[in-house]
């Protein structure tokens, strides 16, 4: 296990089509996280995972958006019916929390999304 | 939920010279502050990082800095050399989220 990582790493869709991504975090990691970045921007947090449970998603994330992890280990993340506006690039990031709080965040490669 | 900003956009300096980029966050229940290098198309990566029990921590050349009644924490690069060169991400840990700056594009001249 050399890190996060993240399939596919592009992926090019019409407007309208459903899309999903694939994450598989550390494996000892607890915490997965989503996160997106669009061109000159930091990355903008989606949801994160504590094991299986979806503890928080952004007040910002379209209802078209959904997160799953479901038996803690890899998570995926659907958009449907894709808008123009959700072209960017789709970071995990997995983490230990543990005793001392929260730990290093890794980051996966990404997954590019362009939404003709 | 919480802000961070970060400035400058873009840093340019000579190699050899230090580059400082700074951030201020909203809320003071935040606990973690993480720097991260992101070179063009890879990931983001972790240089250096700091927990709000501490005021300062430095690493080689790196050290980074908080003053929590400010709310700001910053980023000290010294004798930088060109592999400097890339963007930079300030973030803070609140409530088990991290929330990042916009980001600093550093380019180091040779």
């Known amino acids: 296990d050399t890190g996060v990582s993240q399939d596919p790493r592009h992926k090019i869709t019409k407007r309208g089509q459903n899309v999903t991504f694939r994450c598989d975090p550390i494996?000892?990691?607890?915490?997965l996280y989503w996160y997106r970045q669009t061109l000159g921007q930091g990355p903008e947090f989606l949801t994160y995972?504590?094991?299986?449970?979806?503890?928080?998603k952004s007040r910002l994330l379209s209802d078209r958006f959904s997160a799953e992890r479901p038996k803690g280990s890899f998570s995926t993340l659907e958009i449907q019916r894709t808008e123009q506006g959700d072209s960017a690039m789709y970071l995990c990031?997995?983490?230990?929390?543990?005793?001392?709080?929260?730990?290093?965040?890794?980051f996966g490669e990404g997954s590019r999304l362009t939404v003709l | 939920g919480e802000n961070v900003e970060q400035h400058p956009s873009t840093l340019s300096v000579q190699e050899g010279d230090s580059a400082v980029i700074k951030c201020t966050y909203s809320?003071?229940?935040?606990?973690?502050f993480p720097w991260y290098k992101q070179e063009l198309g890879k990931r983001p990566q972790l240089i250096i990082d700091?927990?709000?029990?501490?005021g300062e921590k430095k690493d080689q050349r790196i050290a980074v800095t908080l003053n929590k009644t400010a709310k700001h924490f910053s980023l000290h690069i010294t004798e930088t050399q060109p592999e400097d060169s890339a963007v930079y991400f300030c973030?803070?840990?609140?409530?088990?989220?991290?929330?990042f700056g916009s980001g600093t594009k550093l380019n180091v001249k040779p």
């Open positions: 700091i927990r709000s029990n501490v």
């Open positions: 809320d003071s229940a935040s606990n973690y």
């Open positions: 995972f504590q094991n299986e449970a979806q503890l928080e």
């Open positions: 494996s000892e990691h607890n915490r």
């Open positions: 973030a803070a840990n609140n409530f088990n989220k991290f929330y």
């Open positions: 990031a997995s983490s230990l929390a543990g005793s001392v709080g929260t730990g290093e965040l890794f």
